[in-house]
């Protein structure tokens, strides 16, 4: 089943264009890792996948809808169902973890704090910071505010997860953990589109590898086709720098 259909997606800031045509499917249950060199369009075209950034033309179907031709309110319902996070956590840093992760079903769909807090704990439990509960973020290292925000994002019981260079802002010795949270979510069947530089994790935890340059999508395939024998030769050129 799709989730996701991108339909000759173009996206221009001012006379650049910077997403050139991209068609692609999100299939529910699997995991999707976008490559590729720094500029080449990934973060927009993750942004556009829940109109964070307005497409110039071509659409973005989710659940049946086109939301490039929605209002914002019905936007708003569906964007509820795409968990997002980002490189930089973003977490409220006047409020402890819990009151972090239970904020928006409380406030965006009215679940009593009672129920918010009771999945927000086990929430917490899943990604290993449960004993954190009572902590402020500052008083958290980068990985465990990351693992906060994926958290968070959770909390609102989304259909689809999208990670924007998860791991980029963090020391080295906090990836793992990271990457371990986002590899049991993988396991439990969330479909995830992760924009990631972390070649060894997109090797292991995908199911489809999409190659980015240029604005455009040149490679879509499984890990083995992507790592082992690139087609085009943006790709290879890209992958003999990084692997
Ligand atoms: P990547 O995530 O692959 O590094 P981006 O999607 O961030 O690439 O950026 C692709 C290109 O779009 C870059 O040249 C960047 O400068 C440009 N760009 C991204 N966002 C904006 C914006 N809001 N306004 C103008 N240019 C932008
Ligand atoms: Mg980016």
Redesign the pocket.
């Known amino acids: 089943m799709t989730m996701i259909k991108v339909e000759h997606l173009k996206k221009s800031?001012g006379k650049?264009e910077?997403l050139k045509d991209i068609s692609a499917n999100v299939e529910k249950g699997k995991v999707i890792s976008i490559i590729?060199p720094?500029?080449?369009?990934?973060?927009?075209f993750l942004r556009c996948l829940n109109v964070l950034e307005t497409p110039t033309s071509g659409k973005i179907i989710f659940d049946g809808q086109d939301l490039t031709h929605i209002s914002e309110k019905e936007l708003d319902i569906l964007r509820e169902k795409m968990g997002m996070v980002f490189q930089s956590f973003n977490l409220f840093p006047n409020m402890n973890v819990v009151e972090n992760v239970k904020l928006a079903p409380m406030k965006v769909k009215g679940v009593s704090e009672e129920e918010a807090e009771k999945q927000a704990l086990e929430l917490l439990d899943k990604v290993g910071l449960k004993d954190r509960a009572k902590q402020y973020p500052s008083s958290l290292s980068g990985g465990q505010q990351q693992r906060v925000a994926i958290a968070r994002a959770l909390a609102m019981d989304p259909e689809v997860m999208l990670f924007d260079e998860p791991t980029s802002a963090l020391d080295p010795e906090m990836v793992g953990e990271v990457l371990k949270t986002m590899q049991d979510l993988a396991d439990s069947g969330m479909t995830m589109v992760i924009?990631t530089h972390e070649m060894g994790f997109a090797r292991e935890v995908s199911d489809e590898v999409w190659f980015?340059a240029d604005g455009y999508l040149q490679e879509q395939g499984s890990p083995e086709q992507i790592f082992e024998n690139p087609q085009t030769p943006r790709a290879k050129d890209f992958l003999s720098k990084v692997l």
């Not at 720094?38 to 927009?44: A, D, E, L």
Request: hydrophobic letters at 30%; aromatic letters at 8%.
């Open positions: 800031f650049k910077v590729g720094s500029g080449s369009g990934k973060s927009t924009v980015m």
